[in-house]
């Protein structure tokens, strides 16, 4: 048989951890060892009521044909009127795209905006797809690198630093994912100030957890004007109402560009779901603050994280901040690596992951994938008895390594 040769694209690609993670953990629940698993982006909430019923009214409407590239009339005018309600944005349903879910959304974003060699900066820790998406384009991600003490964001003079003559772009995720962290007003003001001297520079902003927040309100790039001629928001349904399967992610965004994503969707997957589009309608109809639902998940996330965070500082050499949005916990663990039990020494993030799958039976993600190597994030999407035992085996497994 002929060796099949692969493209260079895959081939430099790397495996997304969080779900390689969570096979892994799959794989030794099939074999009957209870593995608890910290590893998940998904909350462990159901669909509002009100959407399930408007996907099965769509069912049995027979809303089940082709839907335009772009998304349908009604679904894209819901997110206009969501702007405005939630955000205060003024959107044009011309001016949004329906994607499957906001990876696909950004992954469109960046194959319509970049050249080869185009320069992307990225603040890590950041989501683990950012960089692959930016090479899958043929661009080159720049890394811009935080830490612990200063919350896991990054500077104004950090991000003017990263800027050269090839930067096509920059993405920012707030409240973000792996850390928690969200940035203020003020702080967002302080990169918008740095990025109104380079105006040919697009900038993303991934809103996915808008709602998952703890302390404040949200605060979106969108309210700074200056920037609407090159902003592309992105946001969808997965997040902050359960509906991780439902599929629907979306941007708003400078008609070009709009137009460029309708352009590379359309050959390649199509519109989206028609029965996940008239759900995502329904659940955008449904006023955060007002829905008994999410605000019924949005206090147990809460209270998770409290007792997580405290749980977490009690180890001895594991220091956690306090994240303000989203629902991990981003501890940093370097304290641990030189460490041995006398069959496994721990070299980093990688290593200490799987040396507490395989001896705590508790999945968590290497901050590696992240972009930053002294940390593990955990997933507080479950519940309180399952993270407390967690923890219990986390500090188990963790005494034992000198």
């Not at 663990?333 to 290593?351: E, F, L, N, P, W």
């Amino acid at each position: 048989m002929n060796e099949i040769i692969l493209s260079k694209r895959v081939l430099n690609m790397a495996e997304s951890a969080t779900l390689a993670m969570t096979n892994k953990s799959r794989e030794l629940k099939a074999q009957g060892i209870d593995v608890i698993s910290l590893s998940i982006g998904e909350p462990d909430f159901n669909t509002p009521e009100a959407a399930k019923q408007a996907g099965i009214d769509a069912i049995n409407n027979n809303d089940t044909h082709y839907p335009p590239v772009p998304g349908t009339p009604a679904l894209r005018k819901s997110v206009a009127a969501k702007l405005k309600r939630d955000n205060g944005l003024d959107y044009s349903d011309s001016e949004i795209i329906i994607s499957n879910g906001a990876k696909q959304a950004i992954t469109n974003t960046f194959l319509a905006i970049l050249n080869d060699g185009d320069e992307v900066v990225i603040p890590a820790p950041f989501w683990v797809s950012y960089p692959e998406m930016v090479k899958l384009g043929g661009g080159v991600p720049i890394v811009v690198e935080s830490d612990i003490e200063h919350d896991f964001k990054i500077t104004a003079e950090q991000l003017e630093k990263a800027i050269t003559p090839r930067t096509k772009a920059f993405i920012i995720n707030t409240p973000c994912n792996p850390s928690g962290s969200v940035y203020t007003k003020a702080e967002l003001q302080s990169l918008v100030e740095v990025l109104k001297k380079y105006p040919s520079i697009i900038v993303i902003s991934d809103e996915i957890y808008e709602y998952i927040q703890y302390e404040h309100k949200h605060e979106s790039l969108g309210q700074f004007t200056e920037l609407k001629d090159r902003l592309v928001l992105v946001n969808g349904v997965a997040k902050g109402y359960a509906m991780t399967g439902w599929r629907i992610g979306y941007i708003a965004a400078p008609l070009a560009i709009v137009k460029a994503t309708n352009k590379i969707q359309g050959q390649y997957t199509s519109g989206i779901c028609t029965i996940a589009q008239a759900a995502a309608l329904k659940a955008m109809e449904l006023c955060p603050e007002n829905s008994s639902e999410i605000q019924a998940m949005l206090a147990a996330f809460r209270k998770r994280r409290d007792m997580l965070h405290g749980l977490l500082n009690e180890i001895p050499g594991v220091k956690a901040n306090m994240p303000a949005g989203a629902f991990y916990l981003f501890p940093e663990v370097k304290s641990y690596y030189g460490k041995s039990d006398g069959q496994t020494t721990i070299k980093g993030s990688d290593d200490l992951c799987m040396y507490l799958l395989y001896n705590a039976h508790v999945a968590c993600v290497a901050g590696k994938a992240f972009g930053n190597d002294n940390c593990i994030r955990l997933s507080y999407a479950t519940s309180e008895d399952k993270l407390r035992e967690a923890v219990k085996r986390i500090k188990e497994a963790l005494a034992k390594l000198h």
